[in-house]
């Protein structure tokens, strides 16, 4: 562990032991370092102070399937600057507050919050299953001042948001009704 005191920022380093055996990340067989690769996260920070991990990470060549790969890290998301724990205090704080103050609270550039935000709202809509849904609601606002609207589609049971697109009237309807389709295509409800 080191401190920066130029940029006041702590370093956290990981490392693996010489000869250290890894799970395949295609077959999960044992096979030691083909090579190492440096990579850096931004972690929580502690106090005004921002934490870096930094971690040689491994890709095994695995002899069972062949392939080199790298290795996942327990921590962070595969090709992401941040470290999980960041990322959910990012979210935190983009569900309480626009997400250019969330990038100020944090210090970071808002379009690196904006790739955070992408990644699990994207993911929990792939995720949604709206075959189920029996009663929707439907919100139009405007999403900035002047006539930039949002429509808004809400499962009446439940209340989770199914869908959001830009706009309002009839066009918004037909968008609703194309993810619909898909959504159950997908599932296999047709």
Request: glycine share 4%.
């Given at each position: 562990?080191?401190?920066?005191?130029?940029?006041?920022?702590?370093?956290?380093f990981?490392?693996f032991?010489?000869?250290?055996?890894?799970?395949?990340?295609?077959c999960?067989?044992?096979?030691?370092?083909h090579?190492?690769e440096?990579?850096k996260?931004r972690h929580?920070?502690?106090?005004?102070w921002?934490?870096?991990?930094?971690?040689?990470?491994?890709?095994?060549d695995c002899?069972?399937?062949k392939?080199i790969?790298?290795?996942?890290?327990?921590?962070?998301?595969?090709?992401s600057?941040?470290?999980?724990q960041?990322d959910?205090w990012?979210?935190?704080?983009m569900?309480?507050m626009?997400v250019?103050a969330a990038?100020?609270?944090l210090r970071?550039?808002?379009?690196?919050?904006?790739?955070?935000?992408?990644?699990?709202?994207?993911?929990?809509?792939?995720?949604?299953?709206l075959?189920r849904?029996k009663?929707?609601?439907?919100d139009?606002t405007?999403?900035?001042?002047g006539?930039?609207?949002?429509?808004?589609?809400v499962?009446?049971d439940t209340?989770?948001?199914?869908f959001a697109?830009?706009?309002?009237?009839?066009?918004?309807?037909?968008?609703?009704k194309e993810?619909?389709a898909?959504?159950r295509?997908?599932?296999?409800?047709d």
């Amino acid at each position: 562990m080191e401190f920066d005191d130029k940029e006041n920022t702590w370093h956290l380093f990981i490392d693996f032991e010489r000869g250290s055996t890894f799970a395949c990340p295609i077959c999960g067989a044992a096979c030691t370092a083909h090579d190492t690769e440096t990579k850096k996260w931004r972690h929580l920070d502690f106090w005004d102070w921002k934490t870096y991990m930094h971690a040689r990470v491994p890709r095994t060549d695995c002899h069972a399937c062949k392939k080199i790969t790298q290795v996942p890290v327990p921590w962070a998301r595969v090709k992401s600057h941040f470290t999980l724990q960041f990322d959910a205090w990012a979210m935190r704080l983009m569900a309480e507050m626009p997400v250019n103050a969330a990038a100020r609270e944090l210090r970071e550039h808002d379009t690196r919050m904006w790739r955070i935000f992408h990644h699990y709202v994207d993911k929990a809509m792939a995720e949604l299953d709206l075959t189920r849904v029996k009663r929707i609601a439907i919100d139009e606002t405007s999403s900035r001042r002047g006539h930039r609207y949002i429509t808004l589609f809400v499962d009446a049971d439940t209340m989770i948001v199914l869908f959001a697109t830009e706009g309002k009237g009839m066009d918004t309807l037909g968008r609703f009704k194309e993810r619909l389709a898909a959504n159950r295509r997908e599932r296999g409800a047709d």
